[in-house]
């Protein structure tokens, strides 16, 4: 007779082996990283260029991020998407306060070719004008359609209060378009590409001599001084609602800032958060959808910024329930503030966060990207082994003492939309 | 080449093993033959909401999610109008955690009031989250009633309206579990750094004293062929007019399911589709437009959807759009254009064959096809396809008698 009752015996996870990419340096401030160990066919190119959302205006770096494909004197946005295109490549360009990421996908055997596609492209973009106009035309329809959503407007609002007298407060209205000048366009690109190129990340088992060839032509983009970002965020405390006609769910917003990977309470807090809402049987699932049915789902993150970072809890509820949802979340920072997480509880998320770093750190391409979000803070694989530690060694009065610490519900950003 | 060995249990339970030495990290899949489309139409999202009641609780233990978390791993499931899939990912030495639930809960759930209630709550608040508060969410809830008329496709996993979920009762929870719920009825995948033998033993003693229960039958309404040419214009509170352009296209399992997705893909490219360089680039009617298929298993739906610039009008963009359409009927497609689709798509298979949790995903799936080792064949059928199935394929497909038409105009234009 089998015995449903009890759990299976568990086993411990006793070490991860964690693989560093090869390290070339491309310029002062670029390096170049290279995963070679792949079982694979396939391969990933990354530029990630000093030409986020602060470097200028919002919305002339977010239309050079959307235009790098747009053209050059010998070809046309199509033609480039067409070679792109046969040789089986996608491509993704992601934008965010501090950089811009170009991503490549491909085979190996064309991640080459496809580089000199992406070369020629930047190198010789012209920004044409009906490319612009239509990029434009595109953004103002999505902007005004992501207006209608409750979620984007309470993250917009959260972001200006959470960044409040600084450039990563700045947000796009729909009239910033009608001013957009070309020139803006092409300075932006000069200032914050041509000479921007922060790193340079390869994932693959290429040969060695196509591994050279495309870092020494990457070399020209590279930066010329470190760069610099702000490190001195305060958010606005307080309520700040939003009323949305008809919605019948409201999205809700509740952070403050903090830190990064830098700080030594970094690794304790990012425990705690992770008791509180960051997983499946979080604190916050389980009491405001689990057990209320107040929600769909709900979450709590642990941000980072090159110098800063913050906390915030997200999640869309029935109107009705707002302020119900809201009480309840306030009910669960207090009980991290005033009471000890039991053991059985603080036992189960030892478990879950290490056989999630077991996952995180399977494969090249996870491998790789658990590197770079270390290396994104000058910190290296060192990093994991006294997270590994942390997490087996933490203790509830620690953990109380950081939700008093960091998580007073008068230090927090609350914002309603809906 | 993904490599798999397939036994199955005295009680009907199909297994597939999947060899990874490479990964410290396992997955069990499972997969359970019900999907929407098993629905009755007085009762739908039926098997939706279930899918969340199989995390409350089974007959021997309590909860599902923290056992799994405390092993280490993680899981999540998904319902279509096809399937409804179970996933558990976790180190693999822990393997014994992830069958010992998903067998008691193959035994028996433990049927509380407290969770079907609570899960039903959930569920309509995802109802009014992915459907009712997000501009264009309701655009499935009725293109699928304008396109099926008949068979049960016609209403969206999330079900026809919030009352069928209100009215979900204990009664139609337990009769539910029952009918589909059981080795006969489900395909599961391990796949992990694993012998065979060890996978056997393991899988028998977990599993093989659940009772096999009776594969449902399943009758289903099919769905009488479309003659004639539907529309149907809503008015919503959207900033911009968006068209739902949905053709009948070929079941799953019918090699014109293939021509079908190389098409959509070749009216889908970036920046260099015909669809873009006639719709946007020469005139600017739109200011996106893409082309899918639905792939589900009966027959499916090939969409064309976007939204309209400003000061277009459906109908000026509807002449235009046929003219397109007519003239992918007349010239077939590039042989150059087809030979770029197709690495496009290996290069895409050789990203998604990575994980072993795709893989084992995509095992079962194939398993219920028919045979699971068509995730090893089906390259070979999209590369016989030509240029001249691609042109037949369009002049079936691009008929007027053979569209429902959705569109959604902007009162806020």
């Known amino acids: 007779m089998i015995k449903r009752k009890n759990a299976p015996s568990l086993q411990a996870i006793e070490k991860i082996n964690f693989i560093s990419p090869v390290k070339i340096q491309l310029g002062e401030h670029t390096p170049f990283f290279w995963m070679k160990e792949v079982p694979n066919e396939t391969a990933r190119l990354d530029f990630i260029f000093h030409a986020g959302t602060t470097r200028g205006s919002n919305l002339i770096s977010s239309l050079v991020a959307g235009l790098l494909f747009s053209g050059t004197n010998k070809k046309t946005a199509t033609d480039i998407h067409n070679e792109l295109d046969d040789l089986g490549a996608f491509f993704d360009v992601g934008l965010g306060h501090e950089s811009v990421l170009v991503s490549f996908y491909a085979l190996k055997k064309n991640i080459l070719a496809v580089f000199k596609i992406f070369e020629d492209a930047l190198e010789h973009v012209n920004f044409p004008q009906n490319e612009i106009d239509e990029l434009i035309t595109d953004r103002k329809q999505k902007l005004k359609i992501n207006c209608e959503k409750v979620g984007f407007l309470a993250q917009r609002e959260f972001q200006k209060n959470l960044f409040h007298g600084t450039n990563y407060a700045r947000q796009t209205e729909l009239e910033d378009y009608d001013t957009v000048r070309r020139e803006e366009i092409i300075e932006y690109f000069s200032k914050n590409y041509k000479n921007g190129l922060r790193k340079v990340v390869l994932v693959g088992a290429l040969d060695e001599v196509q591994v050279t060839e495309i870092a020494e032509k990457s070399k020209k983009w590279c930066l010329h001084e470190e760069p610099l970002f702000e490190n001195n965020f305060k958010n606005n405390k307080g309520v ?68 800063s970072g913050y906390f915030m809890i997200g999640t869309e509820v029935g109107s009705a329930q707002k302020d119900l949802a809201i009480q309840e979340i306030k009910n669960e920072i ?61 203790d509830a009065e620690e953990l109380r003492a950081l939700a008093v610490k960091y998580l007073a519900w008068d230090s927090m950003t609350i914002v309603i939309a809906g | ?141 009725e293109l699928r009633p304008l396109a099926y008329k008949k068979h049960p496709y016609k209403w969206a996993t999330i079900g026809k309206e919030i009352s069928h979920i209100e009215n979900a009762t204990m009664e139609d929870v337990r009769a539910f579990f029952k009918k589909y719920y059981c080795p006969s009825n489900a395909i599961l995948c391990i796949a992990g750094n694993f012998e065979l033998d060890f996978i056997k033993e393991r899988m028998n003693y977990w599993f093989s004293d659940i009772d096999s229960g009776k594969k449902p039958a399943r009758i289903i309404a099919s769905e009488p062929k479309q003659i004639e040419f539907r529309e149907l214009e809503l008015e919503r509170n959207v900033p911009a007019s968006a068209f739902y352009y949905a053709f009948k296209m070929a079941e799953r399992k019918h090699p014109d399911y293939y021509i079908a997705d190389i098409l959509s893909d070749s009216l889908s490219r970036e920046k260099s589709s015909l669809l873009y360089l006639k719709l946007k680039k020469e005139k600017p009617f739109v200011s996106e437009i893409v082309a899918y298929i639905t792939g589900s298993i009966d027959e499916g739906l090939f969409i064309i959807s976007g939204k309209l610039n400003d000061g277009i009008s459906f109908e000026d963009f509807d002449n235009a759009l046929w003219e397109v359409l007519n003239e992918v009927c007349l010239n077939p497609i590039e042989e150059k254009e087809l030979n770029s689709l197709k690495i496009k798509m290996q290069t895409a298979r050789a990203f998604q064959e990575q994980g072993i949790l795709n893989r084992s995903m995509n095992l079962c799936y194939f398993e219920l096809l028919g045979d699971a080792n068509g995730i090893n064949e089906e390259h070979l059928i999209y590369e016989q396809i030509t240029c001249d199935h691609i042109q037949s394929y369009a002049n079936e497909l691009f008929q007027k008698t053979n569209c429902s038409l959705l569109k959604i105009k902007a009162q806020q234009a």
């Open chain 1, 334 to 394: 207090e009980r991290l503030q005033k009471d000890l997480v039991p053991d059985e509880e603080l036992e189960l998320v030892r478990n879950y966060l290490l056989g999630q770093l077991l996952k995180s750190a399977d494969g090249p391409y996870a491998m790789t990207d658990l590197f770079l979000s270390v290396d994104a803070y000058d910190l290296d694989f060192s990093f994991y082994e006294n997270y590994i530690q942390k997490v087996k060694n933490i």
């Open chain 2, 1 to 141: 080449m993904v490599k798999f060995e397939r036994f199955q249990l005295s009680n009907g339970l199909k297994v597939i093993f999947h060899k990874d030495t490479s990964t410290p990290m396992a997955v069990v899949n499972v997969l359970y033959d019900i999907g929407a489309r098993d629905e009755s139409e007085e009762k739908t999202g039926f098997a939706h909401l279930f899918e969340h009641l199989m995390f409350g609780g089974s007959v021997n233990i309590p909860d599902f999610d923290t056992e799994l978390q405390k092993a280490g791993g993680e899981n999540n499931a998904f319902t279509s109008n096809d399937i409804t899939n179970y996933y558990d990912v976790l180190p693999a030495n822990n393997l014994n955690t992830a069958l010992w639930l998903e067998s008691d809960r193959m035994l028996s759930l433990a049927f509380t009031e407290k969770s079907l209630e609570v899960q039903r709550s959930v569920v309509i608040e995802e109802f009014k989250q992915r459907y009712l508060n997000q501009p264009y969410g309701d655009v499935w809830l």
């Open chain 1, 240 to 307: 700040f609602q939003l009323k949305k006609k008809d919605a019948v769910q409201s999205a809700v917003r509740i952070g403050k800032t903090l830190f990064n990977k830098n700080n030594s309470d970094f690794l304790g807090f990012s425990i705690l958060n992770t008791i509180l809402g960051d997983y499946f049987g979080s604190r916050l699932m389980k009491n405001i959808r689990e057990d209320k049915g107040y929600t769909y789902g709900i979450s709590s993150t642990e941000a980072e910024l090159a110098k």
